[in-house]
């Protein structure tokens, strides 16, 4: 299954390695469409690939690090 999102980091997280932990821990495989990253700003557009169940505990794990998590729906990622 597959899920398309926006995250938007608070800017303690920015620097660290919060995707890369997400994936691993949740058996996620995450494929970056789009980001933009400053020292003060973190935006990312994701499409997730894993189990259903994987991919709701992979959201919620960014969520609980304090992640803004969008669900896009639709094949068009603007």
């Known amino acids: 299954m597959k899920r398309r999102v926006k995250l938007t980091f608070p800017q303690s997280l920015i620097k660290e390695p919060v995707i890369f932990t997400m994936a691993?821990?949740?058996?996620v495989l995450p494929n970056i469409r789009r980001a933009r990253v400053t020292d003060t700003v973190g935006e990312m557009?994701?499409?997730l690939e894993g189990g259903d169940?994987?991919?709701e505990q992979?959201?919620?794990f960014l969520?609980?690090?304090g992640i803004e998590v969008e669900l896009i729906e639709?094949?068009?990622?603007e």
């Open 24 to 27: 691993k821990r949740f058996d």
């Open 63 to 65: 969520r609980d690090q």
């Open 74 to 77: 639709g094949d068009v990622i």
């Open 45 to 47: 557009v994701l499409e």
């Open 53 to 55: 169940s994987n991919l």
């Open 58 to 60: 992979g959201i919620q």
